[in-house]
């Protein structure tokens, strides 16, 4: 009985890893996708920061569950690690310059929490010259 229970672990291992490699490539297919549809930058933004994000880490459990290397699943779980903390950084640095640099129409907001903060850039004063 105990040597048959190592064949059916990794049998199921194998079906979950088929499984999670199946919906991440279906959920990075889809930030794709939305990247073509979407019309404005944030919606562009929002599809490849959220499925891509979510494709990827189901990609990077699948090859985990394939590979069974301890040094193999270190490195993807840094990799994972790494994404979670980049990802939402450079969406929302990518909207904040599309918002600054007026790519962003303030119509398609719903809360504008950037609009008092982006102000059209001001002539500096004109001083008098001083008198000779």
Known sequence: MTEVLPGVWTTV????????LL??????LSAGVGVLRFGNLLA????????????????????ALRV?????????????????LTSPVAAHMVGRAGVRTGKVDPADLEVDELGDDVVEPRQAPQQPTPPR
Do not use: M, N, Y
């Not at 291992?13 to 999670?20: R, S």
């Not at 562009?44 to 090859?63: D, F, M, N, S």
């Not at 069974?68 to 979670?84: D, G, I, N």
């Open 13 to 20: 291992a194998d079906v979950v890893a088929a499984v999670c």
């Open 23 to 28: 919906l991440g490539g279906f959920f990075s």
């Open 44 to 63: 562009r933004t929002h599809a490849v920061a959220k499925p891509q994000v979510l494709g990827l880490i189901l990609l990077l459990v699948g090859v």
């Open 68 to 84: 069974r290397s301890w040094p193999a699943v270190t490195l993807l779980a840094l990799v994972v690690a790494f994404q979670l």
